[in-house]
């Protein structure tokens, strides 16, 4: 009786090798002007324990409510799989005493999880690039937050993303906003969807980021924060404002922003598309200035952002721009005795000592002349080298184009460095 085909889990997807030089090229993109602002990486674990993303992200969301992966281990320990990389990254900082009279730019990498019905570009399991900036409270480092994203779009060549910010004030302020909002929204209980009747009764604010277009009449006549801010937020969402004027970033203030997570105060800010359908929010972050002291350390300031690289990919996927891809410069063709075979290999290497970006594949696994070609062109290689018994005997060795109607070249075997250095 045959085995039943194991298969990856609903919603955890395999990334497969011909996919990862975009996922790369991404990732150093990014990792570059995360660089250049001087924010430096740290790793963090994927398991914590599941109070910390209670304490953090608010056990009336969505998250915590539904979304997390959460299991009793043999110990007790109730631990949780990050839904997210903000928590876990101020744990990490309490824990090893990093906010204490210092400032910290900080940024990671690696997997969230979030059990969500998986569909285009959400995912169970998904990949995450976030930064946090603690000890900062003014809005020249909101600016810089922005600035730098900013800066990814460009870097990859994405002109398709547009930045919507908005201000949730203080968290005094948005308590009195937040009763306006259920006083105004209960008028209209019966016509709520069931989604936004349960928020209603445990976040409301949510409801203003309702996707359901039956809803949307509804949230453009409800009050707006922006008109219960207290003075300092208005102040320090102004500056903003014109810091990003100066500087020439566009950007529409959206009353509706609110971000899915409790921990949020004064700057929230998305950079969305319309070519992702439903999941349009790109790369999305805000303050947290209360965070740090809500879960155990000393107040102190925090900004931060995340974004999705799957979703970075799949624009990149669907735009015109040139896809980086795994396939080799050259592929080396060795054909006829043993003698061909180990002096072929000593140039193999003698060629990546000195070409240390060379993308050489050396062909394995013996084969015709004909058979060794093909696998050349099958890989996707610019360039074969070939060498044979003939050429071993008179030092030289040819150079064949694969993708482009160019001559074949006959080189002297010392040679060949110096060619392949000044080729295109």
Same mark, same amino acid.
């Given at each position: 009786m045959a085995k039943k085909l194991i298969s990856s889990v609903r919603g955890m997807n395999d990334i497969l090798s011909d996919q990862t030089p975009i996922w790369q090229y991404v990732e150093t993109t990014i990792k570059q002007v995360l660089d250049s602002y001087g924010y430096q990486e740290i790793r963090l674990p994927i398991l914590e324990v599941t109070e910390l993303f209670s304490r953090s992200i608010g056990e009336i969301t969505d998250i915590v409510e539904k979304e997390m992966f959460s299991f009793t281990d043999r110990n007790g320990d109730n631990l949780t799989l990050r839904p997210e990389g903000t928590a876990g990254c101020v744990r990490a900082g309490i824990q090893h005493g990093l906010f204490h009279n210092q400032t910290q730019k900080l940024w990671y990498i690696g997997q969230m999880f979030r059990h969500e019905r998986p569909q285009q570009g959400r995912y169970r399991q998904f990949n995450q690039i976030g930064a946090e900036v603690y000890g900062l409270?003014?809005?020249?480092?909101?600016? #810089?937050?922005? $600035?730098?994203?900013? !800066?990814?779009? !460009?870097? $990859?060549? $994405? @002109? @398709?993303? #547009? $930045?919507?910010? @908005?201000?949730?004030?203080?968290?005094e302020a948005r308590t009195v906003y937040k009763q306006k909002l259920v006083d105004y929204l209960s008028d209209y209980n019966e016509q709520l969807d069931a989604d936004s009747q349960r928020r209603l009764r445990t976040n409301p604010l949510r409801i203003l980021d309702s996707k359901n277009p039956q809803m949307l009449p509804i949230i453009e006549k409800a009050p707006k924060l922006l008109e219960y801010l207290d003075t300092e937020s208005q102040e320090h969402f102004s500056q903003l404002r014109e810091l990003l004027d100066k500087i020439g970033i566009k950007y529409k203030v959206n009353p509706s922003l609110v971000r899915g997570l409790d921990y949020y105060n004064r700057t929230v800010f998305e950079w969305v598309t319309d070519c992702l359908g439903a999941q349009g929010t790109v790369c999305a972050g805000g303050r947290y200035d209360s965070l740090i002291e809500q879960i155990g350390g000393k107040a102190t300031s925090a900004i931060g952002f995340a974004m999705g690289i799957e979703r970075l990919v799949l624009l990149l996927l669907q735009s015109d721009l040139p896809i980086p891809t795994n396939a080799p410069d050259v592929y080396f063709i060795l054909v006829g005795n043993e003698q061909v075979i180990k002096h072929g290999w000593y140039l193999a290497e003698l060629l990546r000592d000195a070409l240390p970006n060379l993308r050489l594949i050396v062909n394995c696994g013996d084969g015709s002349f004909k058979s060794q070609f093909k696998r050349a062109d099958k890989s996707g290689a610019k360039l074969a080298l070939v060498l044979a018994e003939d050429e071993l005997a008179n030092q030289k060795i040819a150079l064949k184009y694969l993708r482009e109607k160019r001559p074949q070249v006959i080189l002297e075997q010392l040679e060949l460095i110096n060619y392949l250095k000044n080729l295109d």
């Amino acid at each position: 009786m045959a085995k039943k085909l194991i298969s990856s889990v609903r919603g955890m997807n395999d990334i497969l090798s011909d996919q990862t030089p975009i996922w790369q090229y991404v990732e150093t993109t990014i990792k570059q002007v995360l660089d250049s602002y001087g924010y430096q990486e740290i790793r963090l674990p994927i398991l914590e324990v599941t109070e910390l993303f209670s304490r953090s992200i608010g056990e009336i969301t969505d998250i915590v409510e539904k979304e997390m992966f959460s299991f009793t281990d043999r110990n007790g320990d109730n631990l949780t799989l990050r839904p997210e990389g903000t928590a876990g990254c101020v744990r990490a900082g309490i824990q090893h005493g990093l906010f204490h009279n210092q400032t910290q730019k900080l940024w990671y990498i690696g997997q969230m999880f979030r059990h969500e019905r998986p569909q285009q570009g959400r995912y169970r399991q998904f990949n995450q690039i976030g930064a946090e900036v603690y000890g900062l409270k003014g809005p020249d480092i909101d600016t #810089e937050i922005i $600035l730098m994203t900013a !800066r990814f779009w !460009r870097q $990859l060549g $994405l @002109n @398709n993303l #547009e $930045l919507q910010i @908005n201000s949730l004030g203080s968290m005094e302020a948005r308590t009195v906003y937040k009763q306006k909002l259920v006083d105004y929204l209960s008028d209209y209980n019966e016509q709520l969807d069931a989604d936004s009747q349960r928020r209603l009764r445990t976040n409301p604010l949510r409801i203003l980021d309702s996707k359901n277009p039956q809803m949307l009449p509804i949230i453009e006549k409800a009050p707006k924060l922006l008109e219960y801010l207290d003075t300092e937020s208005q102040e320090h969402f102004s500056q903003l404002r014109e810091l990003l004027d100066k500087i020439g970033i566009k950007y529409k203030v959206n009353p509706s922003l609110v971000r899915g997570l409790d921990y949020y105060n004064r700057t929230v800010f998305e950079w969305v598309t319309d070519c992702l359908g439903a999941q349009g929010t790109v790369c999305a972050g805000g303050r947290y200035d209360s965070l740090i002291e809500q879960i155990g350390g000393k107040a102190t300031s925090a900004i931060g952002f995340a974004m999705g690289i799957e979703r970075l990919v799949l624009l990149l996927l669907q735009s015109d721009l040139p896809i980086p891809t795994n396939a080799p410069d050259v592929y080396f063709i060795l054909v006829g005795n043993e003698q061909v075979i180990k002096h072929g290999w000593y140039l193999a290497e003698l060629l990546r000592d000195a070409l240390p970006n060379l993308r050489l594949i050396v062909n394995c696994g013996d084969g015709s002349f004909k058979s060794q070609f093909k696998r050349a062109d099958k890989s996707g290689a610019k360039l074969a080298l070939v060498l044979a018994e003939d050429e071993l005997a008179n030092q030289k060795i040819a150079l064949k184009y694969l993708r482009e109607k160019r001559p074949q070249v006959i080189l002297e075997q010392l040679e060949l460095i110096n060619y392949l250095k000044n080729l295109d």
